[in-house]
């Protein structure tokens, strides 16, 4: 059997607070990513998806509970190259331009050899000369993630890596990654934008409170928590100012394709109502389904 690339078990981390108190910011989670896996950490602001990174990564030590990261400490695979990681901050020298600044990495990492490939592996050769202080926040990004791939990791760790892109440089930045990913990397990755999740992870868990919530293939928590809703134009006749006619709707229930009901389409809620219903105030877990009509 191939060691996972994470194992964690009851990982807990605990800060004081600054009025003093203890501030829970994980707690107890248990969790396994296999080799390969593409998962989304996905959670509200303070549900803890940044602690559990940092864990993984060795940049904070849990209070309680293991982390295994390719069966050793995080240290040891960070050391080993087998680990790396693309975050918010983290400075870049603005005046090395995108080459320079990868090859000053890859000879630290007494890889030389990567430059070229990692280049065209974040999509840079049309930028490469170009000085860092000229580059756009979603290029340096795409610079960030260039030098995470420098010692070729088995598995890459983005925290909240598009925040602060619009949509389309979002959408690039992606598109980089899915095409690495291909190649088997595995990519561990926090956000905030369900869409990125649904988009891109083939797994997501969604954290509230230092709690996972939910766990499993995106598709499966979006349609397990999030219910379905299905859509159709009904016939003219049965709109009414308040919406679609309810004793219709009781003959549609029952008998469905003899009303002469065009364009019907079954489609699985959104996995922001999954999210909503699981990290909202109140946990209520409860699958919901609706019916709409459509004009
Ligand atoms: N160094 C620290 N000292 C005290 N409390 C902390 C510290 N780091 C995190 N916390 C608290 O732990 C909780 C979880 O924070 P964390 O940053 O892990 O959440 P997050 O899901 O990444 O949030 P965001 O999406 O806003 O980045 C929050 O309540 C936060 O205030």
């Given at each position: 059997m191939t060691t996972p690339a994470i194992t964690a078990r009851g990982l807990t981390k605990r800060f004081r607070g600054q009025g003093g108190e203890i501030v829970t910011a994980v707690d107890g989670i248990d969790l396994t990513i296999g080799s390969g896996e593409i998962v989304a950490f996905l959670g509200p602001n303070g549900a803890g998806k940044t602690t559990t990174v940092d864990m993984f990564?060795?940049?904070?030590?849990p209070t309680s509970g293991t982390i295994e990261v390719y069966g050793a400490t995080p240290h040891r695979a960070v050391v080993d190259g087998r680990i790396s990681a693309v975050t918010q901050t983290?400075?870049?020298?603005?005046?090395?331009?995108?080459?320079?600044?990868?090859?000053?990495?890859?000879?630290?990492?007494?890889?030389?050899?990567?430059?070229?490939v990692v280049v065209e592996r974040a999509g840079l050769g049309p930028i490469a000369n170009r000085l860092v202080k000229a580059c756009s926040?979603?290029?340096?990004?795409?610079?960030?993630?260039?030098?995470?791939?420098?010692p070729d990791p088995n598995l890459?760790?983005?925290?909240?890596?598009?925040?602060?892109?619009?949509?389309?440089?979002?959408?690039?930045?992606?598109?980089?990654?899915?095409?690495?990913?291909?190649?088997?990397?595995?990519?561990?990755?926090?956000?905030?934008?369900?869409?990125?999740?649904?988009?891109?992870?083939?797994?997501?868990?969604?954290?509230?409170?230092?709690?996972?919530?939910?766990?499993?293939?995106?598709?499966?928590?979006?349609?397990?928590?999030?219910?379905?809703?299905?859509?159709?134009?009904?016939?003219?006749?049965?709109?009414?100012?308040?919406?679609?006619?309810?004793?219709?709707?009781?003959?549609?229930?029952?008998?469905?394709?003899?009303?002469?009901?065009?364009?019907?389409?079954?489609a699985s809620a959104s996995l922001e109502a999954a999210f909503l219903a699981l990290t909202g105030p109140e946990l209520t877990g409860a699958t919901t389904s609706a019916c709409e009509g459509q004009r």
């Open positions: 990564l060795g940049l904070t030590s983290g400075g870049l020298l603005p005046d090395f331009t995108v080459r320079e600044t990868i090859r000053a990495i890859a000879t630290l990492h007494g890889r030389p050899e990567r430059v070229d926040g979603g290029e340096q990004q795409r610079l960030k993630f260039a030098l995470a791939l420098v890459v760790i983005l925290d909240e890596p598009t925040t602060g892109m619009d949509v389309s440089v979002r959408q690039e930045f992606w598109d980089t990654m899915r095409a690495d990913a291909a190649g088997g990397r595995t990519i561990v990755f926090a956000t905030h934008y369900l869409a990125e999740a649904d988009a891109f992870a083939d797994r997501t868990v969604l954290m509230a409170r230092g709690r996972i919530v939910a766990d499993g293939p995106t598709a499966e928590v979006r349609a397990a928590y999030g219910g379905q809703t299905v859509t159709f134009r009904p016939p003219a006749d049965v709109l009414t100012v308040h919406g679609v006619d309810e004793e219709w709707l009781d003959d549609v229930r029952t008998a469905v394709a003899p009303l002469g009901i065009t364009d019907l389409e079954v």
